[in-house]
């Protein structure tokens, strides 16, 4: 019986593993699909590179990555559009929620759940946005004073280090000039995306607070529509 246990078990653990796998997949996909609007060779379009990359490092299969890119030719496809939504969360915390999603519908409303379910709730349009820069953030493998010199000389904005790496921060516009220049460096990038950066943190020093809005950060996570979470906290270490 207890090998029986230990087998269901087991079967039980690979089923999320794979399920959640199925859903980093499920996002990757999207991201791709709709980089490849701008044109389905990587070579001439940064925006797919950088998904394609993303997706390699997350080890999608190479099928996978070519099939989200046909969707572009693909006319029975049903077509995704990019939606940020934005929130507020436990504390007062801002919170902008990235989407692709071929049914608003649908996604509108789990976002909705997901925020009220853990203590926040969605906002008007424009309400949280203006408190966050739209921002190209890489992050580089590698640590020193000097691999930070040669990062800003790449036209970074900003540049610091953390936990063995290196957060590069770039214009919005500059954001595939600047990896590509540090890709021919031969650094290593690990990954290169837009993101959203408070203007002013909001600190989160109590512990109570702090969980309910990792809490909620998953459970919108979770969501197969959802690509990105941004938020204006800043947890203390305490």
Known sequence: MSGHSKWATTHRQKAIVDAKRGAIFTKLGNQIAIAARGGTDPALNSSLAMAIEKAKAANMPSANIQRAIDRVADKSAAALEEIAYEGYGP??????????????????????????????????????????????????????????????????????????????????????????KLVEQGLKVKDAELRYIANTPIEIADMETAQKLMKMIDALDDLDDVVNVHTNADITAE
């Open 91 to 180: 504390g007062g915390v801002g919170v902008i929620i990235e989407t692709a999603t071929d049914n608003r519908n649908r996604t509108l409303p789990e976002v909705k759940t997901a925020l009220v379910k853990n203590g926040g709730r969605i906002a008007d349009a424009g309400s949280v946005m203006f408190q966050f820069t739209r921002k190209g953030v890489i992050t580089i493998e590698g640590s020193g004073e000097d691999l930070l010199l040669r990062v800003l000389d790449a036209g970074a904005e900003d540049a610091v280090e953390e936990d063995g790496e290196i957060i590069v921060y770039t214009e919005l516009k500059d954001l595939a000039s600047v990896r590509n």
